[in-house]
């Protein structure tokens, strides 16, 4: 958990409150149809539950030696690429300059989306475009979720429910980061080209780790 505070959440908010500070723009990916998709309030729901994959991953980890190595793995590789979208967010920083189309009622009400909408803002500044970190870490955590929720119970209805509940969320983020003026388009197909290399470097580390023999796993045994 601490490696995953010091990998992933640091480097994005110590960079985006730099790049906002510096206030300069090298490169401007916004395109026509940026500005042609509307504002959707209620998606700032989906939107701001990125912040529950984290929790609920480690919650669906399977209990075992295993699991707990590939979680291990799993959280390196989420850092590595947080780490590399970092390095883009300092060379070639981006002002997602769209907020002035959020119409003033939800950002000045005090009913639900109002209240995400002012957290986002406050915590988020409008930086660190592209690639995607919330697409990024959204696919490869809907992916980690999906796989270790099949090797606790494939067969299990609830679970299969449950794991195309996660994809759906994951579809409705992936739209939100538009539709709440987070993101340009740009920033969402960088961000899923991230989070999709990511998944296929992790996932032949994952399946070794899952073919891994008992010694290799205890090389010391315990002494009874």
């Keep these: 958990m601490i490696f995953g505070l010091i990998g992933i959440a640091f ?17 401007d990916p ?3 149809i940026d500005r042609l998709i509307p504002v959707i309030p209620w998606m700032v729901v989906p939107y701001m539950a990125l912040y529950l994959y984290y929790p609920v991953t ?23 690429a947080t780490l590399g979208c970092t390095v883009i967010f300092l060379v070639l920083p981006v002002e997602i300059d769209m907020r002035d189309q959020i119409p003033s009622d939800v950002l000045q009400g005090d009913g639900l989306y109002s209240t995400l909408f002012s957290y986002m803002h406050t915590m988020d500044e409008p ?3 592209w690639p995607s970190i ?14 270790w929720m099949k090797i606790r119970s ?5 679970v299969k429910g449950f794991i195309s509940l996660v994809w759906i969320e ?5 739209i939100s980061t538009m539709t709440t003026k987070q993101h340009y388009v740009w920033d969402l197909f960088t961000g899923l080209i991230v989070g999709i290399i990511g998944w296929k470097i992790a996932i032949r580390a994952l399946e070794k780790i899952r073919k ?3 010694e290799k796993l205890h090389p010391y045994p315990e002494n009874h």
């Design 170 to 174: 994951f579809f409705l983020l992936s």
């Design 30 to 32: 916004e395109i026509a």
């Design 127 to 129: 930086w660190n475009a």
């Design 58 to 80: 480690l919650f669906c980890t399977p209990k075992d030696d295993v699991s707990r190595l590939e979680l291990i793995v799993g959280v390196q590789m989420l850092s590595l």
């Design 212 to 214: 891994l023999p008992e």
């Design 134 to 147: 919330h697409i990024a870490h959204s696919y490869f955590l809907t992916r980690s979720i999906s796989r």
């Design 11 to 27: 480097p994005y908010f110590s960079s985006n409150q730099f790049v906002a500070a510096n206030g300069v723009t090298v490169w």
């Design 154 to 158: 494939a067969e299990s209805r609830l």
